[in-house]
């Protein structure tokens, strides 16, 4: 059993409330818009880390992070990239690999918009967790934590951190 802290379009903004919401997780997954090494290092520094770049990121960060990322953890098979859009409209760059290799988690970011969906489809559970930073159209800024225990993915939870300004 892994409980993960998901969060997404920092967009350079450490803020200790991630420290407060995110202490009792196993690893924090962090679905683009990092903002800079910098800040990704205070993450690695607090907890195990997964991330993927996002369109704002820079080179340096680019270069350590893929846009990319496909992994197993607990027997649930997870990919997740920062622009993927959502349960019939997928971003192109990444639709051929969901319906020919579906995955059980789909994580992106970058709409800043927290969204949570079943694609009954691909047998699929999509996560946005919305923006954790203070730039964007986003009115309150949102964070998720759920667990993964022998292919399931339970206990997922939805936390407001505040106000976008």
């Known amino acids: 059993m892994k409980k993960i802290g998901l969060l997404s379009d920092t967009h350079n903004i450490w803020d200790e409330k991630y420290e407060k ?35 704002i990121d820079d080179s340096s960060t680019r270069r350590i992070y893929p846009e990319v990322l496909r992994f197993s953890l ?3 098979d997870v990919l997740m990239t920062h622009i993927g859009g959502y349960p019939g409209r997928y971003e192109p760059k990444i639709r051929q690999e969901l319906f020919t290799n579906p995955p059980k988690l789909f994580i992106s970011g970058h709409s800043h918009i927290l969204k949570v ?18 730039y964007g159209f986003h009115q309150v800024r949102t964070l ?22």
């Not at 047998?123 to 946005?128: A, D, Q, R, S, Y």
């Open 74 to 76: 607990e027997n649930v």
């Open 117 to 134: 969906m079943y694609d009954k489809s691909l047998e699929c559970l999509h996560m946005n967790p919305g923006a954790a930073g203070k």
């Open 21 to 55: 919401y995110f202490s009792s997780c196993d690893e924090i997954w962090h679905a683009g818009d990092i903002g800079s090494l910098e800040l990704a290092n205070k993450f690695e520094d607090f907890k195990p880390f997964r991330a993927v770049h996002g369109n």
């Open 144 to 165: 998720l934590r759920f667990v993964l225990d022998n292919g399931n993915i339970r206990d997922l939870e939805v936390i407001e951190i505040g106000e976008q300004g």
